[in-house]
């Protein structure tokens, strides 16, 4: 089956600076991959659109320049949350869209932390 | 209000007994997912339902899509320690894979 990948599945870091999540298909290519965002006890809410070879579409209420994303190949999405904030300490996951399935491919998330 | 419902927000059963979690859509659906999350931890693909009036079972799981497309239930028969976590419908309304969420359901097993 098909497998996505996302690197770190946890992060500390310190106030003010950034964090990069990485997301790849191992397997397929994906020209469209989704980040979502989970709060605790909350569901996952669809943060951007990310389109391989053009920029990111985001959802309403998301800092683009905040939440940098990147999809240079067509294996690999990475999200960078700039300057960091403890605010921004959440779940991030990311998911892949793999042309002719119907099954979204979700990667294992990456809890980050901001001290 | 919500586009999509998902109820309960917390059920707490019994070891043994059957349940039902429920997914309502505002708009019609291209496809729903269900998926089973332990917090902060990755999600477990359960199902995937496309067809009006379609059924589909796992185990001891089945999930099925009302012929209008716009609700969904997952139902455990005789239910488990190891059913207790957080279970999430995911709509996709465009057939991109691109899903909005429900709020989720926690589930607790009783012994």
């Known amino acids: 089956g098909a497998v996505v990948s996302q690197h770190p599945s946890w992060v500390i870091c310190k106030s003010g600076t950034s964090v990069k999540i990485e997301c790849r298909s191992l397997?397929?290519?994906?020209?469209?991959m989704f980040w979502y965002r989970q709060f605790p006890k909350q569901s996952l809410m669809l943060m951007a659109t990310?389109?391989?070879?053009?920029?990111?579409?985001?959802e309403q209420g998301v800092e683009k320049d905040k939440f940098l994303i990147n999809h240079a190949s067509l294996t690999l999405s990475t999200l960078t949350v700039t300057s960091a904030h403890p605010e921004d300490s959440s779940f991030y996951i990311c998911?892949?869209?793999?042309?002719?399935?119907?099954?979204?491919?979700f990667g294992q998330g990456t809890r980050l932390t901001v001290v | 209000s919500q586009e999509l419902e998902q109820s309960p927000q917390s059920l707490i059963v019994q070891e043994g007994k059957n349940l039902t979690i429920n997914c309502t859509s505002s708009?019609?659906?291209?496809?729903l997912y269900w998926y089973k999350q332990k917090y902060g931890e990755g999600l477990i693909f359960l199902m995937m339902?496309?067809?009006?009036?379609e059924e589909k079972s796992h185990e001891k799981i089945t999930a099925k899509l009302d012929e209008k497309k716009q609700q969904s239930s997952l139902h455990i028969t005789a239910s488990q320690p190891s059913h207790a976590g957080i279970y999430l419908c995911?709509?996709?309304?465009?057939?991109?894979?691109?899903?909005?969420f429900g709020q989720g359901t926690r589930l607790t097993i009783n012994p």
């Open positions: 998911s892949a869209e793999r042309g002719g399935s119907t099954e979204a491919f």
């Open positions: 397997d397929f290519q994906a020209t469209t």
């Open positions: 990310s389109n391989e070879g053009s920029k990111a579409t985001y």
């Open positions: 708009k019609t659906l291209y496809g």
């Open positions: 339902l496309q067809k009006g009036g």
């Open positions: 995911g709509a996709d309304y465009q057939g991109a894979q691109k899903l909005v």
